[in-house]
C-alpha cells in the first residue's frame, strides 16, 4: 500500500544510494512523479538528497522516509524518520575469505612487521611523499615475499618443487597457487 507522508516535501520516500562516506550521513535517491497537462503524460525526475543518520543504521539498499528538519550543514536538512524495507544485511557484510588469502595476509603482516622500520632507516627521506613512495615499494615487496614463501611452503607439504606452466605458476601437483591480491588490505 501507500506509506502516509506529510505534504509539501515535509517528508519524502527514497532510497539509500551511499552509506559510510560520510559519519552519520547517508545519501538517499527520491523519485518524483508530476503532470504535464500539456503533454497529458506523467513525468519523472529524481534528486539526492544528503540525510542525517543519527543511529549510522542504513545501508545502500534501504528504502527509507526522511523528514525535514532545520540544516545541520550546508546541503543536510533532512533526517531519517524511518526505515520503511531494509536491504538484506547478511549478503551485503558477509563476504568469506579464501584459506590461501588469509595465509597470504597474515604472512604479510608477519613480513611488514619485521621490516618497515628497518627498510624506511636505509632510506634518505626529505618529504612525506617520498615516504608514501618508500612505504609502497616495501608493500609491493613484502606481498610478493609473503607469496613465495607461501608457494614454497605448499610446495614442501605436497613433497614437491615448483614449476612453471606457461605463464601460471603451479605448484608440482597442477595445483595452482592463488594470488589473491585484492582480498588483502592493509
Known amino acids: 500500500g501507500r ?5 509539501s516535501g515535509r517528508e519524502l520516500f527514497g532510497t539509500v544510494i551511499k552509506h559510510a562516506k560520510m559519519q ?3 545519501t538517499v535517491k527520491v523519485d518524483h512523479h508530476f503532470w504535464n497537462n500539456k503533454y497529458n503524460t ?3 525526475t529524481t534528486s539526492k538528497y544528503l540525510v542525517h543518520d543519527e543511529e549510522a543504521g542504513c545501508i545502500t ?9 532545520p540544516k545541520q550543514s550546508t546541503r ?3 533526517y531519517v524518520r524511518n526505515i520503511v524495507k531494509e536491504f538484506p544485511r547478511s ?4 563476504k568469506p575469505k579464501q584459506p590461501m588469502a588469509l595465509e597470504i595476509e597474515e604472512e604479510y603482516k608477519k613480513i611488514i612487521r619485521e621490516t618497515m622500520q628497518q627498510e624506511i632507516s636505509k632510506y634518505q627521506i626529505r618529504n612525506s611523499k617520498r615516504l608514501k613512495e618508500v612505504k609502497a615499494e616495501i608493500k609491493s615487496q613484502a606481498l610478493r615475499k609473503a607469496v613465495q614463501n607461501l608457494r614454497k611452503l605448499h610446495a614442501a607439504r605436497l613433497g614437491t618443487t ?3 606452466v606457461g605463464s601460471k605458476q603451479t605448484l608440482g601437483s597442477g595445483i595452482r597457487a592463488p594470488l589473491e591480491l585484492s582480498l588483502i588490505h592493509i
Open 3 to 7: 506509506i502516509p507522508l506529510q505534504k
Open 24 to 26: 552519520k550521513t547517508v
Open 42 to 44: 506523467f513525468y519523472r
Open 61 to 69: 539498499g534501504d528504502k527509507v522516509v526522511i523528514k525535514q528538519c
Open 76 to 78: 543536510k536538512s533532512y
Open 91 to 94: 549478503y551485503y557484510y558477509e
Open 162 to 164: 615448483d614449476k612453471k
